[in-house]
């Protein structure tokens, strides 16, 4: 069976508008009509993948429809791979961190960049580098358990205004 051009274009838009179970579907109902050779030929013509294709066949066939599972997709946590690294990285900041001077809010500042906090988790916690995270990720996770990475400003007094000046007009 030759696609047309029209059809060709319907076909693809229509599998990039559906997701999941109903594109597999399609797809498999698709190739199911176009009989054998059908999973080549759209593979070739459409751009389909044929493991998209035979999952989508096996769907029909037995009525089962495979989960996604999106949630399982991506990279894990840090804190998966080490479990104890946000314990170590509270014991390292609670040392060093100091609260807002002002009292309005409750946030924690600490005196260390993410490269030192880093930088300790391997000497004194005993991390290897290869598999700690960036400094990046240190950051967020730092930001994460309350502590800004900011100098800590100190109270400030008041300005003092400058006297008045002869040429100023409101000399008395």
């Known amino acids: 069976m030759e696609l047309t051009e029209s059809l060709r274009k319907m076909l693809v838009e229509t599998g990039k508008t559906l997701k999941g179970v109903e594109r597999r579907l399609f797809m498999g109902r698709t190739v199911r009509s176009f009989g054998a050779g059908g999973q080549r030929m759209t593979e ?13 066949m096996h769907e029909l066939e037995s009525g089962i429809r495979c989960e996604d599972a999106y949630c399982l997709r991506g990279r894990k946590r840090s804190e998966e ?20 001077p002002t009292f309005r809010s409750r ?34 996770k730092l930001n ?4 800004r990475l900011r100098r800590v400003a100190k109270c400030r007094p008041k300005k003092r205004y ?3 000046m002869r040429s100023s007009g409101i000399w008395p």
């Open 44 to 56: 070739r013509e459409l751009g389909w993948s044929r493991v998209t294709v035979r999952k989508g």
């Open 162 to 164: 400058a006297r008045p």
């Open 144 to 147: 994460m358990l309350g502590y």
């Open 81 to 100: 791979d080490l479990p104890r690294l946000l314990d170590d990285i509270r014991d390292l900041a609670d040392g060093q961190s100091q609260t807002d």
């Open 107 to 140: 946030r924690l500042y600490v005196r260390w960049t993410a490269a030192r906090v880093r930088a300790l988790l391997i000497s004194r916690k005993g991390h290897d580098d290869k598999n700690l995270p960036s400094v990046r990720t240190i950051a967020r």
